[in-house]
């Protein structure tokens, strides 16, 4: 599994943030599909109208890796200058310089991106799986990651259901 730290300097993440039951102490990923895929165009168009421009998509917020036992609040959001302030139906995210563990995941993402029906059976796309990953590919070094910053997925412009889609996932370490 390759991966890249990267230092980030401070930076506020403004998007639309749903609090989520978590499911045996992991992510609900059917719920953050089914969160992603009631974005609507009008939505999308408003995280775009915030945007600083620093990152060329949206993120995925997640603090499940915090202390929380029950549950764990998921934003859908982009990244904004700390100028102004969150409004109508938007929240701010803050985020301090810090080293981020980077991995980059290739494949298409559409359960992400679909409306999913609670019959059918829901498949893991390539960023679920790689978030499932519960072994860290740096045990053996002195690295762990900052469970008191949340995760994020980085999703770039493009097409999500290219089978060469490129995302990443972002791992706060210290």
Not at 27 to 53: C, M, P, R
Not at 56 to 68: A, F, K
Not at 83 to 102: H, Q
Not at 143 to 160: A, C, K, Q, S
């Amino acid at each position: 599994m390759n991966y890249r730290v990267e230092q980030k300097a401070a930076f506020t993440v403004r998007g639309y943030t749903k609090e989520m039951v978590k499911i045996k102490s992991n992510e609900n990923f059917y719920e953050i599909s089914h969160f992603w895929s009631n974005l609507t165009e009008a939505k999308i168009n408003q995280l775009v109208s915030v945007s600083d421009g620093i990152v060329q998509g949206l993120l995925g917020v997640s603090d499940s890796n915090e202390s929380q036992q029950e549950q764990f609040n998921y934003t859908i959001g982009t990244s904004v200058n700390h100028e102004g302030f969150a409004k109508n139906d938007l929240n701010d995210r803050y985020f301090p310089a810090s080293a981020w563990a980077v991995f980059e995941c290739i494949g298409a993402i559409s359960a992400g991106v679909k409306a999913i029906a609670e019959n059918q059976p829901f498949e893991r796309n390539n960023l679920m799986q790689l978030k499932q990953n519960m072994q860290a590919p740096w045990t053996d070094e002195p690295v762990l990651e900052n469970t008191e910053i949340p995760r994020i997925e980085f999703y770039p412009l493009g097409d999500m259901e290219a089978a060469d889609y490129q995302c990443e996932l972002w791992i706060p370490i210290k």
